[in-house]
């Protein structure tokens, strides 16, 4: 009942302010002109105690068959906040990258896993969604599915974009970075870890996560990229940025 509940909330007519408008993402579609491959970059929501969620689009809008970035669902998980699909600074041409940063700044803010509710957000999906914890655990699914803004505006994202590929970066105490996947996202995932020269491991998805509720919605691959605990070192980012590049141009639909 309660996973029914909260699709239920997501189709339900939203309000005409923008956080929550239907034109949230069309700062992204300028068309491509000289000049205008910088980037492009809007604040299209809000954290749980109020701080600014921005979307950043790189590269060509015209280019179908999106990749879709997050670098920071766990807010002390930020290291690859930074990580942009750059070619020699500037945005590639050939792909369309959506990426959002930080989905989490209340828990970056306070270098808490958790959202500024107390919730794990990788815990807050709505699939296969169960009670876990309580408010400030370190995995507190929170109180339904869905129940964050931060976890909302996720969704709303992904369906607004219906991306090609969806990468989740994350970072654990271990000390090699490798990708993860599970299902039909294995292929997709295999793939970015051979252009990010990581190893790869077919793992389950644990239940209310991110890429669960994406596997079981969407047919695109969405997976996880672990990398060490704290700030990448220049090599890792520069070769994480050249993989993104590439990802983005082979999920490109000509």
């Known amino acids: 009942m309660l996973a029914l509940l909260a699709a239920l909330a997501l189709l339900a007519p939203a309000p ?35 701080r600014p969620i921005e979307v ?4 060509d809008p015209r280019w179908s ?16 906040s930074a990580v942009e699909p750059l070619t020699g600074g500037c945005p590639d041409p050939s792909a369309d ?37 309580r408010r ?14 931060e976890t909302r505006l996720a969704a709303r994202i992904v369906h607004a974009l219906e991306p090609a590929a969806t990468i989740w970066f994350h970072q654990y105490r271990g ?10 996202s294995v292929p997709g995932a295999r793939h970015f ?5 990581m190893p790869f491991r077919a793992m389950r998805w644990p239940a209310g996560t991110a890429p669960n509720w994406q596997n079981h919605r969407f047919a695109a691959p969405a997976f996880v990229v672990e990398l060490p605990q704290g700030r990448l070192a220049p090599a890792m980012r520069g070769r994480l940025s050249k993989a993104l590049v590439r990802m983005g141009r082979w999920v490109r639909e000509d």
């Open 56 to 59: 950043h689009q790189l590269g």
């Open 16 to 50: 005409a302010h923008p956080d929550t408008d239907g034109d949230f993402l069309a700062f992204a579609q300028t068309p491509r002109g000289p000049g205008n491959l910088l980037g492009r970059n809007a604040v299209v929501s809000h954290s749980a105690q109020g």
């Open 65 to 80: 068959g999106e990749l879709l970035v997050f670098g920071c669902i766990h807010g002390d998980e930020c290291g690859a």
């Open 193 to 197: 870890a051979a252009l990010a020269r």
């Open 136 to 149: 400030g655990d370190p995995e507190y699914a929170g109180p339904r599915p869905f129940s964050e803004p």
């Open 175 to 184: 000390r090699r970075p490798f990708v993860r996947a599970w299902g039909q």
């Open 97 to 133: 990258v959506y990426l959002v940063p930080e989905l989490n700044p209340d828990g970056a803010a306070a270098g808490s896993r958790l959202n500024g509710d107390g919730v794990d957000l990788n815990r807050n999906f709505n699939s296969r969604w169960r009670p876990l914890g």
